[in-house]
């Protein structure tokens, strides 16, 4: 890599020409620009960054009050972008619902939802989240008596931790009038052997469960402490997803940002539903666009939902699953949209000038959404659409290079892209059956298609958002964070027993890109995010090692030890 020199660009520096305000020097600075040329100094004007080259020529901006930060041999990358989070995360569950994040066994689950009830009995609902299969040892998830033991007179509804599944109480059904006989109008209704209701649904339409819903004074409380967690793992800037559980808080980014408190670059979205008014949600959104953009916050895109998930047998596959029992019909899924309604529905995102990104986990689901996107594109003519499609679980070797084609960008998480103690003999092996398990999570795949790859947490998916994780779990497709898991630790990125399609291994540089200039490219902002050059915005972090020239195994023990944004220091480690 190219060093010492300063890199000029015509991008106009904010204020009056004069000395930086700070200068960052004795390190290694990754610019991650079109060469991936470092530096060994950058300087920093009004939040901005001023020159980036050798230190001689950057310290010529040296006046009398700038500021001077010895990196002390140590590296610094462009500020994370994360393309595919729920802000904010888990903590507003956290706080103000029962939490069964941590809940390792049943026990454990309904202990969490006793303590809870008993310490807010004024209620009239309770409603939970974080709970896993694995606390059942059934692939239908917890029972509703267990639920009902704990309280029989008041509803009950504890989201899953994947998002799209929801464990009842009996009271909760009957008040939401679900009953043994209940068809929905696509998802599953999990029932035992006798055809009464086991306690789980997953994906159902047709059927209104209520779902929790916060304050605006709640999603601010919850909203700072997830930009102090993110600052922390040296996150600038997120793609924040409307989920299955509450709408996005844009509301309550917009005041954040009023108030001078949002650090961090957002773009933000609003789920549109199949059986609502597709005008009347775009209108919505686009006006909502208008109402709250700023400099920090851009409400531009339209969510949709393709499919489910793969744990919850809703995510839409072109073969059936694998574990239906003697006797049993044999499933694919579902598809959320009838084809011509969602066609029609990018078709009006695109022409009030919003981008689409759908969530799309089944391999059936996204050749059904790339038909849909092509068609829309087509009738909307020639435009910049960066149509996100996020997940690509399970993907059929064909649609890669349709994804080229239509110019979508794909929102991976690496944090998956091994065999995950928990999931992948619980849930992949028995749902998809090993051939097909085995070709899960393509990575090389999709950056050797010239796909605009960026990566992503999904938390609250993902509890722990460490993007050293994710990369390390990208350059090794293998076990990181063996403590977190319970298992042991591997000291050969080759070790066999985690290791998922190792030929979809992908270098440092590209996971480190994902997370940078290809996330900005997604969010429009490739001009002013993403890489160190001059008059793009000052948000870079300061790590603990190189992770270009450390075991790869090492990358995920890398420590954020400054986080910068605007130019500001928003986050130190102590």
Not at 202 to 212: A, H, K, L, M, S
Not at 366 to 394: F, K, N, P, Y
Not at 512 to 518: A, C, D, G
Request: aromatic residues 10%; charged residues 25%; negative net charge.
């Amino acid at each position: 890599m190219e060093q010492d020199r300063v890199y000029v660009s015509p991008r106009p520096l904010p204020g009056p020409p004069g000395p930086a305000d700070d200068i960052w020097f004795g390190g290694t600075i990754y610019t991650i620009d079109q060469e991936n040329r470092t530096a060994g100094a950058l300087a920093v004007k009004g939040g901005r960054i001023a020159a980036v080259g050798g230190e001689e020529e950057v310290f010529a901006l040296r006046g009398e009050g700038t500021r001077l930060h010895d990196l002390c041999g140590h590296t610094v990358l462009p500020g994370m972008i994360d393309t595919h989070t729920h802000a904010p995360g888990v903590l507003e569950k956290k706080m103000f619902t029962i939490f069964m994040g941590d809940a390792e066994t049943k026990e454990e689950a309904v202990a969490a939802a006793r303590d809870f009830i008993e310490a807010h009995p004024g209620m009239d609902r309770y409603f939970g989240f974080g709970y896993s299969n694995k606390i059942a040892g059934d692939w239908r998830g917890p029972k509703k008596e267990w639920l009902d033991e704990v309280c029989k007179d008041k509803p009950i509804v504890i989201q899953a931790m994947e998002g799209h599944s929801w464990w009842v109480n009996s009271k909760g059904f009957s008040l939401f009038g679900v009953e043994r006989d209940t068809v929905p109008a696509s998802g599953v209704i999990h029932h035992d052997e006798d055809g009464e209701l086991w306690g789980t649904i997953c994906d159902i339409q047709g059927v209104e469960i209520p779902r929790p819903r916060f304050s605006e004074e709640q999603d601010m409380v919850a909203l700072r402490a997830y930009q102090e967690q993110m600052h922390r793992f040296g996150y600038t800037g997120m793609m924040s997803m409307s989920g299955q559980i509450t709408p996005n808080p844009v509301a309550a980014m917009h005041e954040l940002d009023g108030r001078g408190e949002l650090k961090m670059r957002v773009s933000a979205s609003l789920t549109v539903y199949p059986e609502r008014e597709i005008g009347e949600q775009l209108d919505y959104i686009a006006r909502k666009r208008e109402e709250y953009r700023s400099e920090r916050l851009d409400l531009r895109v339209a969510k949709f939902f393709g499919d489910g998930t793969t744990g919850g047998g809703t995510a839409y596959l072109s073969e059936p699953y694998s574990n239906a029992a003697p006797g049993e019909e044999a499933q694919c899924g579902y598809f959320l949209w009838e084809r011509e309604k969602l066609a029609a529905a990018f078709l009006g995102a695109l022409r009030r000038g919003l981008q689409i990104h759908i969530h799309s986990i089944g391999d059936e689901s996204t050749s059904v959404a790339l038909d849909c996107i092509g068609q829309a594109q087509r009738e909307a003519g020639e435009g910049d659409w960066r149509t996100g499609v996020a997940h690509l679980d399970v993907t059929k070797p064909r649609d890669i290079p349709r994804l080229a084609a239509l110019h979508c960008t794909a929102a991976v998480q690496t944090f998956w892209h091994f065999k995950e103690p928990g999931v992948w003999e619980e849930e992949l092996l028995p749902m998809l059956g090993p051939e097909r398990a085995e070709r899960v999570y393509p990575l090389r795949s999709l950056f050797e298609a010239g796909i605009v790859v960026t990566n992503s947490s999904d938390e609250p998916s993902t509890v722990d958002p460490n993007p050293f994780q994710a990369i390390e779990a990208g350059v090794t497709r293998n076990l990181y964070s063996p403590e977190k898991y319970g298992v042991e630790p591997i000291t050969d990125a080759d070790d066999p027993k985690w290791l998922l399609g190792p030929d979809e291994r992908v270098s440092v540089l590209e996971m480190v890109r994902s997370y940078t200039i290809n996330a900005a490219y997604a969010m429009f902002k490739e001009d002013m995010l993403g890489s160190l050059e001059v008059g793009k915005y000052a948000d870079f972090l300061e790590l603990s090692q190189d992770i270009f020239h450390c075991d790869p195994l090492m990358i995920e023990r890398t420590r954020v030890l400054r986080t910068v944004f605007d130019g500001e220091i928003v986050y130190e480690s102590k």
